[in-house]
């Protein structure tokens, strides 16, 4: 009686259920607004997309060095006028400070291969794992031999209790 | 005091050669011992890695002695040490620039080196011990060249100087830099010992599976290290950078995290060499790739190719480690190439729906991860060779590619756990999945009810949860069957670490979605409200000692517990550090900075307030992995190389 519960339980149409259920509330999640951003959790957003000039490599959002803090004075002055989205406040930033200062890598040109390349190498190593796994396949046609099976039945014997997971 | 103080100078420099000729012969003597088979070389091994790490520990003395009494004639102490630093900061300052972090490395390879060579002692007949010992001494020559030459840490300095600037000042500011420098080093410099084994696999051409479990201790030694000094230094910047963050992928950080990569990818895949006798060459290579990346990384750091917060400082030292990366990967690749034949096994991995396909599913993706975070690193390097022009790598390029491999590996992470070896069934899966993903529906409803927004940190809370379900339903298992000895063991210690992975991940992604940040601006006794919580200005602290004044600001938080954040000027840096006050909860810490310039006559203070959701959890789930990284440390249940592994399942393959 419990297997059978058990079974039902567990079968295709109530994992399709739960399947279901879980994408519509993933797009529940994802479609519902967040609370309102401060001005700070902008100009925080805005900063962390774009270089401190003086110090190496890091964001004007983690950098405390002097220029930081004014390119972080001209975006808070940007996001307290309201008159420029996200986007136009780092193009703005950009084009009076200096392309250097933008952060994230363009997608064009040769700065588009670091986001090019991880895409080609993922895509690789899964075809070659792929193709790995085709070869180990046709491998796997072999036939047992004689004395393979007589190995086996005899390694079987000594070790009867091996319940393996399958 | 200046004749004892040239001492101490030459000294040290004397015991680095010493060590040097130590580390040569004891290679000549792992070497030609075993070529001509004679034991009584191969007994002086041991003494050699004695004898080095005699010298290593004396050179390290002679450093410390020189830095505590503040020995200016040698050019290291006139960098970074003070008369104003604190006896704790003085201490730590001989591994605050790049001569005495490699002082350090010598110190701990010395020490790696000597516990292998007297733990093997009796068997360093096995050809693969002895030429595992000669990689070490190899190791070891180098570095101890290094000490010598390009990082040399007893050079004269200039005379007549009689003080010096000290560490920087973010390497005295917090109690930490006693600890995440050498645990960190220790888990970057003891991927060497598997490296040698695997190189000594190479040259034999023979795996002794006993010593694939020696390795792959090892490895997870190293690898436990590692995880631990990576997120002791979360813990650090957080606690004292000031942006309320605990990465930045800065190069530094990303040095230590790509061999962290494919050194998880190794204690992962070597599970199936254990258990199915496959994937020799590759594991063999992973470690291989991990310890390269380790010098790799540090060579990328080190030289100034590429400039970092982390660097604190530069040298010659670059086209060194650069030559000794080329030496490595070549003399590797052609080993592989020479060897590789006869350790490959002829095994098949029937199906990818199976234990041993998950692992090479994990393999491709933390190799994927790996070279992403390699890219990344190197790419303004990439571009200012080919079109001369200066690029920065910022944090969202590794934040946006993180998160869908992030995401994926918790995917794998459900799924793993639960799969058999060999092949599994659509049936099986469902059957036990079942809970697992059930655990997962319900921490996505929970998450949806304390109100969390955005498809990513969704999809990883929901998976964590789901993960999380996988990985307690293999402890409850094993613990079912064997009691408290159920959680011991590389599978059930490995669950507890999936656990705390899974809390990172959940931590990571609730405070890089939800973190909110308000400035206020308070005059003395005011009270501002943000995100729910009372912040009333008290008063301004100012204090002041011979190496830096600091103005404190405190703040009182819901009106029962004061935090202090503060701006420290260090008087000899002419620098302002910035130094943040935390109130942890369970729930959420609120971060504070005090915000620049202060004028303290003006009574008003402008402090940030960053309110963080689920902070504590990042260090909670460290503490998890450091348990289950121990519990996996330890052999498992003492069954039969014979015995099955997976707990038994009769009810469910019945049901």
Redesign the interface.
Known sequence: MK?TL??K????PV?ML?GI??VA??A???S????P??Q??RI?NIT??L?CPT?????V????APAS?NIRNEVARQVASGQRTDDEVVAFIGSSFGG?VL???RATG??A??WV??VA??VC??AG?ALT?RR??R??GGQASDADRALVAQLLE??TH????? | MLAIAGVSGSLGRAALLVGLVGAVFGMFASVMGTRQNDEKVLRLVPRFATLCVVATVSAFACMEYAMITRDFSLAYVQKVGSKSTPALYNFTAVWSALEGSILMWMLILAVCTVIIAWKYKSKLTDPLVAWAMATMFFVCTFFFILTLGPANPFGKGAAGVLDGPGPNPLLQNHILVLFHPPILYVGYVGMTIPFAFAIGALITGRLGEGWLLETRRWALFSWGFLTFGIILGGWWSYEV???S?VW?W??VENASFIPWLTGTAYIHSVLVQERRGMLRVWNLSLLIATFSLTILGTFLTRSGV????H?FSNSDIGPYLLTFFGVIVIVSVALIGWRGEKLRSPG???S?ISRE?AF??NN?LF??FA??VL??TV??L??EA??NR????????FD??ATPIGITLLVLMCIAPVL?????SGE?L??RL?WP??A??AA??L??AVG????AP??TF?LGGFATGAALRQLVLATRRQGLRGLVGRANGGMVVHIGVIIIAVALAASNS??????LTLSAGETAQYGGHSFEFVRFVEEKDDRRTSVKAEILVDGDGIYAPAIQKFTNMGQ???TPSVKSMFSKDIYLTLQ?PVKVSSNQAKI?VFIKPLMMWLWIGGGLMGVGTLLAAFPGSRRKP?????A???QET??
């Open positions: 297997s058990n079974q339980l567990k079968s295709w994992w739960m259920l879980a509330l993933l529940v999640g994802a519902r607004q967040s609370g951003l401060t700070e959790d925080d962390q997309r270089a110090c190496d490599g890091e964001s959002y983690v950098s405390q803090q250097q952060l994230v890598p040769l700065d291969l670091i390349l991880p190498v993922l190593c899964a794992l796994f180990w396949k491998e796997q000594l070790d091996n319940t393996d997971t399958l | 950078l000031g942006w963050g930045a800065d190069p590429l400039n970092s917060v660097a098949t991995i029937d990818p396909g090479l599913a491709v190799g994927v070279f992403v890219l990344g790419f303004p990439i571009v080919l079109q200066q690029l920065i790598v910022g944090e969202l390029f946006q590619l058999p070896w060999r092949k599994a099986l469902r059957h079942f993903a059930w997962g529906i996505l409803i998450s949806l969390a927004v955005g498809l969704l999809l929901s939800y973190t909110r940040s308000q400035e302002n550090i910035g620049p940030k014979t015995d099955p592994v997976s038994p399942i009769a019945s049901a």
